[in-house]
């Protein structure tokens, strides 16, 4: 096993060695909403001098201490926040080791209980997987002698239904064209019985003659149409029985394949689940046996867990330490974010005063 390399910040506080801010530099400080600290703190100065420019050394000094206390609470905010991160990553660090230094010593301590338990999962996951695939085979071919019955059943019953097929579609076609010849048929009586209404004399007798001509090639019409619709159901109706046969027929073989090839779905599924089980065994058992046969890497492991757990501990020790010299810190600062405060709050009035000034001017 790999030594491991901690590289986690511990220590005294880191904020003392930082730089000190330089006149004009703009240092942001996220807890004043980004407002400069050092320039805050000359603000801070205008105001007591505006106020009456009568402040002792002593109240100029505890405003100063005030922002230097801000300053060192920034910088122990963010070291705690990266310490904070490191001790979650080793927390995880030590409960991912300890279940591996669990499972080492219980397999060097209980080496042929565990390795006898792999070679039974082995074998009766090989031994089940060899009958699945048995019976995948006869299923299968029970499906395929289905399939070609089925295709064999339904070339026959083609067979069967070809002729009806035909003679529906004449008793169709005759259909259309009786209903077709009744359209002309009355098309032409409408006319004769219009040219009869026009007619006068001698011709009203002939163009009444005439429209009872057509008025009975109308009749004969009408009576073909309606004995080819009537010809045209009873073909219709042979037919859709002799189909709901057919589907009757076919009905049980094609259930039967149905469920044939589910069952093949269920048997695939299952074997590949027993060979799932078998290379996760045999994975197993090979890491049984080399924990087995290299004592010495969970040596290792142990005294990895425990310079974690003792290094786990230091860190937690020095968090504690820098949270009270943060909390100290930020009671100190309280003078600098009211000093803050009110620079915003001035600040604010200025530009509000700008504004009304710069629209009254318009």
Do not use: W
């Amino acid at each position: 096993m790999a030594e491991r390399d901690i590289n986690i910040p511990f220590g005294p506080d880191k904020t003392g060695s930082m730089p000190a801010i330089e006149d004009g530099a703009a240092q942001i400080d996220p807890e004043t909403d980004g407002i400069p600290a050092i320039e805050a703190g000359r603000e801070a100065e205008n105001l007591a001098d505006r106020r009456g420019g009568d402040a002792d050394a002593s109240q100029l000094d505890e405003v100063q201490s005030s922002f230097l206390a801000l300053k060192d609470s920034i910088g122990q905010g963010r070291e705690l926040k990266a310490r904070e991160r490191d001790r979650e990553e080793l927390r995880e660090r030590i409960k991912k080791d300890r279940e591996e230094l669990a499972d080492r010593e219980n397999i060097i301590a209980n080496y042929q209980s565990v390795v006898g338990e792999q070679d039974a999962i082995i074998a009766q996951s090989t031994q089940q997987r060899e009958m699945r695939k048995a019976e995948l085979a006869r299923v299968s071919a029970e499906a395929s002698e289905a399939q070609d019955a089925l295709e064999r059943m339904r070339d026959y019953h083609d067979q069967q239904l070809n002729p009806l097929e035909t003679e529906l579609g004449r008793a169709r076609a005759t259909a259309e064209q009786a209903k077709n010849d009744e359209r002309s048929r009355k098309a032409e009586l409408n006319a004769a019985e219009k040219e009869a209404e026009r007619a006068e004399g001698g011709d009203s007798k002939v163009a009444s003659a005439k429209v009872q001509v057509f008025e009975d090639a109308y009749n004969e019409a009408v009576a073909r149409s309606n004995a080819a619709k009537e010809l045209l159901d009873q073909t219709q109706k042979a037919y859709d029985d002799a189909c709901a046969q057919v589907e009757q027929a076919e009905a049980p073989l094609e259930r039967s394949i149905d469920d044939m090839n589910s069952q093949i779905e269920e048997l695939k599924e299952s074997i590949n689940r027993l060979g799932d089980s078998i290379s996760a065994a045999t994975k197993r058992r090979q890491y049984c046996d080399s924990v087995y046969q290299y004592p010495d890497e969970t040596a290792k492991l142990r005294q990895s867990v425990e310079s974690d757990e003792a290094l786990a501990r230091q860190m937690d020790a020095e968090n504690k330490e820098l949270r009270g010299r943060l909390a100290e810190s930020k009671k100190k600062a309280k003078t600098a974010k009211i000093a803050i405060g009110a620079v915003i709050a001035i600040v604010v009035i200025m530009i509000i005063a700008f504004i009304v000034v710069s629209v009254r001017g318009f």
